[in-house]
């Protein structure tokens, strides 16, 4: 089953739809929630996080967490300044902020942990996406500039020294206001398509660092969404109008509505504020301000279904039925919304950049995705926060599915320590390899008979 998840910037709460039923919202309606544009992420299918607009009263915004089974908000964070887009990887190991600064903030979701900050852009971070493969982050902000980050490149200090630019690249040929950003696929061949309140959306090579193609609109551009072959993208306008543009054909292929523009769908009367594709890639869904949820066969370009929530839809997004149960192998499940699931939610996200351990625990993973069918927990937990959740579960009752969850956290545990144990292995390893070669090479670059103290210098 498909969901369909919106939030709005008025206290309407999240919303949650089948995508394939015929209109009825699931029980479960996530309030508070006055989320910001593009604040709103599903965390490894296990919960859900939304940014909140700043309160005129407060200098500093939010960040919620939701359960599935729960309609109230379980955790709050506040971070050090407002945070407007978040985003996750796959495996929900991580949350990116970017904030109204300008700065990037990096949280590690098990033990809630600051690990990096940036600053990204001289105004408000817009909004961020990840690329295919979780590498690349893709930033686009108020100054009008689109940037790709290496995320291995910013926990590596001395390369990030070494470096001309903190980033790959900077794509700065918007003249307003960068609205939303969307990365294809195929890795570092991929493209990138941003929107912006100049009212065009341009298309940039990934591979080649270059801009591509231009597109001109004849209303504001607030969301875009790439078809799943990527020979078109879709564009929700201000207008209330979703414009078909083209990724691939002649450059002198044009409509009416300008060049490289081939169709629109238009049924909603207010703006267009938020786009998703099913997971199939049949189905678009779009959202707007005036608080409808219509669900498009691209085929036909007919609308097959339409949702309610709330005046002024800002976010929304496509995904498959979350992990909420424990089967009998201990291991998340498919499963209802239901209020008798239970779930273990991370701690708040930290205001500051923690000092290392002295354990030295291991931390985030950055790496390139990897697709599997089956859940993964492991990655979701770091050592500690796992360590602490068997205490917990040893304090509080025996219920079968405690004891399973408790095992599987053992098991898991043990092989985050394993894993711990062998990258260090690996990593005294080289380093002695390393020393090893270097002594080699400069002994047999001396001339002989001339031998070199350390200490001395000479």
Request: glycine share 8%.
């Amino acid at each position: 089953m498909e969901l369909v998840i919106a939030s709005s910037p008025g206290d309407a709460g999240i919303g949650c739809w089948d995508l394939h039923s015929s209109g009825a919202e699931q029980k479960v309606r996530y309030r508070p929630c006055t989320s910001a544009p593009h604040g709103l992420t599903c965390v490894g299918r296990r919960f859900l996080a939304s940014s909140q607009l700043r309160d005129s009263s407060s200098s500093s915004g939010s960040i919620l967490y939701w359960s599935w089974n729960k309609s109230q908000v379980e955790v709050k964070s506040f971070p050090a300044e407002p945070i407007n887009p978040l985003v996750s990887n796959s495996e929900g190991t991580y949350i990116i902020g970017g904030g109204s600064s300008g700065e990037i903030y990096f949280w590690e979701v098990a033990s809630g942990r600051l690990l990096k900050r940036w600053h990204a852009h001289y105004r408000a971070v817009t909004c961020l996406v990840l690329s295919e493969d979780e590498s690349l982050l893709i930033s686009g902000a108020e100054d009008g500039c689109v940037r790709v980050w290496s995320l291995l490149m910013m926990f590596d200090d001395i390369g990030r020294e070494a470096a001309k630019h903190p980033y790959i690249y900077n794509f700065n040929e918007h003249t307003l206001r960068v609205t939303d950003v969307v990365s294809g696929h195929g890795g570092c061949n991929a493209i990138i398509v941003s929107a912006s309140e100049d009212r065009t959306c341009k298309v940039w090579s990934l591979s080649k660092g270059k801009l591509l193609r231009s597109i001109e609109f004849p209303s504001i551009i607030d969301a875009i969404v790439l078809d799943p072959g990527e020979h078109v993208f879709y564009a929700g306008s201000r207008d209330g109008k979703i414009f078909i543009a083209a990724l691939t054909g002649e450059s002198t292929l044009s409509s009416s509505y300008g060049k490289h523009i081939i169709g629109s769908l238009s049924e909603h009367s207010n703006a267009v504020t938020c786009l998703a594709f099913s997971s199939i890639g049949t189905l678009l869904v779009s959202g707007s301000v005036d608080g409808l949820i219509r669900v498009w066969d691209t085929k036909t370009h007919n609308i097959v279904r339409i949702f309610k929530h709330a005046k002024g839809l800002n976010n929304i997004f496509v995904v498959r039925q979350p992990f909420i149960g424990i089967n009998r192998e201990g291991i998340g499940a498919q499963a209802p919304l239901s209020r008798k699931s239970a779930s273990l939610l991370p701690p708040p996200l930290d205001k500051y950049i923690n000092s290392p351990d002295e354990n030295n625990e291991p931390r985030a993973v950055i790496a390139p995705h990897t697709s599997c069918d089956e859940p993964l927990e492991a990655p979701y937990h770091s050592f500690h926060v796992m360590k602490h959740q068997i205490n917990e579960l040893q304090q509080h009752g025996s219920s079968a599915a405690t004891e399973m969850e408790l095992e599987r956290l053992k098991l898991d545990c043990n092989r985050s320590l394993e894993m711990v144990q062998r990258w260090r292995r690996m990593y005294d390893d080289l380093h002695r390899f390393c020393v090893d070669e270097l002594l080699d090479g400069s002994q047999t670059e001396r001339p002989s008979g001339i031998l070199h103290d350390d200490k001395l210098g000479t």
